[in-house]
């Protein structure tokens, strides 16, 4: 749900830039994943058997960066390796998640060991080609075969924090490159991802287990901080989580289904129905008997899309066109119990983030609508957590074209790091 970052500057202090932009096993005990390709050919496909402890490196690999010169060490910002690790789907069972750990060149100057940062990508996809790892060294991916644009534009936070000298982490959450659906905005798995991201970091770098640990993410990305600092507690309470940074949360996906209908990113709605469809069978069922032909068509089409092409396949359609009755999907989700309790558990806010969040969300954002991150912000108080939240005032422009969505980005991406710095430097 971001676009492209270019230049930001604050006071002429610093400046973010975004260029157009073997392993080892740790941990106790072995999983049994259902082999598709051989290892050794294909990264992405886990190897029959892995390790079962959360956190674990499955197996990892070199990858450049932008403007890297391959085999040369020390390379500047940082030394990227592509990493597959052991995370938990929703059930608890083992999954096998792919990501990038990049080991900052610069020095950490700042206060005890070297932080950890897991950034958490804002909406790239749902298919396997768009995983941000895939696009470390060129920030696009094209498939003249779908066709089909990917787009990763984690870069203005990553290279912010590489030149502070933070080891950064960006995951690709559970079923981006890797077997299965990738579950967009399923509460739980985002934040294990999350956590495991960091714990997978540590271990790789040889870290101490209680050096600090922060997130960072806008929109999807947002959410899945947000959901890491509420679980961090319970999920990994070893690790030493300093603090957050969540722009524009999709906090409550029932104030943001419809807010996201008709937009130019309207075909995001698919990417949620999708992952909830994969982890629901009463989800299923409902979609499966309320859909129509071009519903079914739509939501099959978009498991296999990244963000660019479904701004070019659905921009500004509604979902009511993809029912049998007429009905908005939001309209549907209300009128099954059984499915407003699916949307209900993907909520962010039951539980007490354990370290500072800074959080944001924008008045007129016409993709994240504000009154669910209030919401969140009051949860979050109300149980006594150290909320920072800032309400960025950018008025209406040009609604639903997801403008307003990504102005406040521009605004507070700076701030919501410098918040982060300062957390991880105390």
């Given at each position: 749900?971001?676009q492209?970052?270019?230049?930001?500057?604050?006071?002429?202090?610093?400046?973010l830039?975004?260029?157009?932009?073997a392993?080892?096993?740790?941990g106790?005990g072995?999983?049994?994943?259902?082999?598709?390709?051989?290892?050794a050919?294909?990264?992405y496909?886990?190897?029959?058997?892995?390790?079962?402890?959360?956190?674990?490196?499955?197996?990892?690999?070199a990858?450049?960066l932008?403007?890297?010169?391959?085999g040369?060490a020390?390379?500047?910002?940082?030394?990227?390796?592509?990493?597959m690790?052991t995370?938990?789907y929703?059930?608890?069972?083992?999954a096998?998640?792919?990501?990038?750990v990049v080991?900052?060149?610069?020095?950490?100057r700042g206060k005890?060991?070297?932080?950890?940062?897991?950034?958490?990508p804002?909406?790239?996809?749902?298919?396997?080609?768009c995983?941000?790892?895939?696009?470390m060294?060129f920030?696009?991916?094209?498939?003249?075969?779908?066709p089909s644009i990917?787009?990763?534009?984690?870069a203005p936070?990553?290279?912010?924090?590489?030149l502070?000298?933070?080891r950064?982490?960006v995951?690709?959450?559970?079923?981006?490159?890797?077997?299965?659906?990738?579950?967009y905005?399923?509460r739980?798995?985002t934040?294990?991802?999350m956590?495991?991201?960091?714990?997978?970091?540590?271990?790789?770098a040889?870290?101490?287990?209680?050096?600090?640990?922060?997130?960072?993410?806008?929109?999807?990305?947002?959410g899945?901080?947000?959901s890491?600092?509420e679980?961090a507690?319970t999920?990994a309470?070893?690790?030493n989580?300093?603090?957050?940074?969540?722009?524009?949360?999709?906090?409550?996906?029932?104030?943001?289904?419809?807010?996201?209908?008709?937009?130019?990113?309207?075909?995001?709605?698919?990417?949620?129905?999708?992952?909830?469809?994969a982890?629901?069978?009463?989800?299923?069922?409902?979609?499966?008997r309320e859909?129509?032909?071009?519903?079914?068509?739509?939501?099959h089409?978009i498991?296999?899309?990244?963000?660019?092409?479904?701004?070019?396949s659905?921009?500004?359609?509604r979902t009511?066109?993809?029912?049998?009755s007429?009905?908005?999907?939001?309209?549907?989700?209300?009128?099954?119990p059984?499915?407003?309790?699916v949307?209900?558990?993907?909520?962010?806010?039951?539980?007490?983030?354990n370290?500072?969040?800074?959080?944001?969300?924008?008045?007129?954002?016409?993709?994240?609508?504000?009154?669910?991150?209030?919401?969140?912000?009051?949860?979050?108080?109300?149980?006594?957590?150290?909320v920072?939240?800032?309400a960025n005032?950018?008025?209406p422009i040009?609604?639903?074209t997801?403008v307003?969505?990504?102005?406040?980005m521009?605004?507070?991406?700076?701030?919501?790091?410098?918040?982060?710095?300062?957390?991880?430097?105390?």
């Amino acid at each position: 749900m971001r676009q492209i970052r270019g230049i930001f500057s604050r006071n002429g202090r610093r400046k973010l830039s975004s260029a157009v932009l073997a392993g080892a096993v740790v941990g106790a005990g072995l999983v049994v994943a259902t082999p598709q390709a051989d290892a050794a050919t294909d990264f992405y496909t886990p190897p029959a058997r892995f390790a079962n402890a959360p956190g674990s490196v499955i197996r990892s690999e070199a990858s450049p960066l932008l403007l890297q010169i391959p085999g040369m060490a020390n390379q500047w910002p940082g030394t990227a390796k592509r990493i597959m690790y052991t995370s938990r789907y929703q059930d608890g069972k083992p999954a096998a998640v792919t990501g990038t750990v990049v080991e900052p060149t610069a020095p950490w100057r700042g206060k005890g060991h070297r932080p950890t940062v897991v950034v958490g990508p804002g909406t790239v996809g749902q298919a396997d080609n768009c995983a941000p790892s895939k696009m470390m060294a060129f920030p696009m991916s094209v498939d003249i075969t779908k066709p089909s644009i990917g787009v990763n534009y984690t870069a203005p936070e990553m290279y912010y924090l590489l030149l502070q000298g933070v080891r950064v982490v960006v995951t690709d959450y559970i079923g981006l490159g890797t077997p299965g659906i990738h579950t967009y905005v399923n509460r739980a798995e985002t934040g294990h991802a999350m956590l495991d991201a960091a714990r997978a970091a540590l271990r790789l770098a040889g870290a101490p287990t209680n050096a600090p640990v922060g997130f960072a993410g806008y929109s999807q990305g947002g959410g899945a901080a947000a959901s890491a600092a509420e679980l961090a507690s319970t999920y990994a309470p070893e690790l030493n989580v300093r603090g957050t940074y969540a722009g524009a949360p999709p906090a409550d996906l029932a104030k943001v289904i419809p807010a996201i209908d008709g937009s130019t990113i309207a075909g995001a709605i698919g990417f949620a129905i999708n992952g909830l469809m994969a982890r629901y069978p009463n989800v299923d069922r409902v979609v499966q008997r309320e859909t129509n032909a071009a519903g079914k068509g739509a939501l099959h089409k978009i498991s296999q899309q990244c963000i660019g092409d479904i701004i070019l396949s659905f921009a500004f359609q509604r979902t009511q066109n993809w029912t049998r009755s007429g009905e908005t999907l939001s309209a549907l989700i209300n009128r099954y119990p059984d499915v407003q309790k699916v949307v209900g558990e993907q909520r962010i806010g039951r539980y007490k983030p354990n370290a500072p969040v800074f959080l944001e969300g924008g008045v007129a954002d016409d993709v994240i609508p504000y009154g669910q991150v209030a919401q969140l912000a009051r949860d979050w108080r109300a149980q006594g957590a150290n909320v920072h939240f800032v309400a960025n005032p950018t008025p209406p422009i040009l609604t639903k074209t997801i403008v307003n969505h990504v102005v406040p980005m521009l605004e507070t991406l700076l701030p919501g790091l410098e918040f982060l710095m300062a957390q991880l430097n105390r």
